[in-house]
């Protein structure tokens, strides 16, 4: 246990299909952070918010849209995904940015678009 | 963009020791992290270098050399449990965290 939820833990959806993951963190971090996992693959960092803010895209595709409504929660909201899209999606949090201490990570959401 | 090479695979036998190592390339360095991955579940944080030499924690240490864009992670006394995918992680001037592709480490009896 991390301190890090996520919410679906498998998700199977349609191209067509609206979903949302869900992270939540519960150490009173100030970072959040999504990346993605594929098979084989290094994980690639998607998006980060430092205090709410969004402070890195790192050219991630509009059909993902992230949502940090405050430091302890985030989402990933997805529309119209492609196949390559599936993967394993983490969250992670930290104390904040510019910060000396480790990232804690969620276990995942395993998603597969159909 | 960062560059970080680290074996695919590795197969010990249950007691003995074994050396992942990883070499990188980034713009700039502010500190080398290695997490432990189990199938299905969250990385967790094993080991932090930011200055050269030896970090030691348990069965578990970590060496930085920041001239070599080298490091290393040393499993001693291996159990069945560290069977498990090791991640190393180097952080940039712009503290954002690039991974290698991860080492998948078999414990055999």
């Known amino acids: 246990e991390t301190g890090v939820t996520q919410t679906p833990r498998h998700l199977v959806m349609g191209m067509t299909n609206k979903k949302s993951l869900k992270c939540e963190q519960h150490l009173g971090h100030n970072a959040m952070y999504w990346y993605k996992q594929s098979a084989k693959k290094p994980l690639e960092l998607m998006f980060v918010y430092n205090f709410k803010e969004q402070t890195e895209n790192n050219s991630v595709p509009s059909r993902f849209s992230p949502e940090c409504p405050n430091s302890s929660h985030l989402f990933l909201h997805l529309h119209t995904l492609q196949p390559e899209d599936s993967a394993l999606y983490l969250c992670?949090?930290?104390?904040?940015?510019?910060?000396?201490?480790?990232?804690?990570f969620g276990p995942g959401t395993r998603l597969t678009v159909t | 963009g960062q560059n970080i090479d680290q074996p695919t695979e590795m197969t010990a036998t249950e007691g003995a020791i074994v050396q992942i190592n990883c070499t990188y390339q980034t713009s700039g360095f502010n500190g080398l992290f290695w997490y432990q991955q189990h199938a299905g579940e969250a990385p967790t944080f094993l080991s932090y270098?930011?200055?050269?030499g030896l970090e030691e924690k348990g069965r578990f240490s970590s060496f930085l050399s920041r001239s070599k864009g080298y490091s290393y992670l040393l499993l001693k006394e291996l159990q069945m449990k560290d069977s498990a995918s090791y991640l190393c992680?180097?952080?940039?001037?712009?503290?954002?965290?690039?991974f290698g592709a991860g080492t998948t480490v078999t414990v055999r009896a």
């Open positions: 992680a180097v952080r940039d001037r712009d503290y954002k965290l690039s």
């Open positions: 270098n930011v200055l050269d």
């Open positions: 992670a949090s930290s104390q904040e940015v510019a910060e000396v201490g480790e990232q804690y």
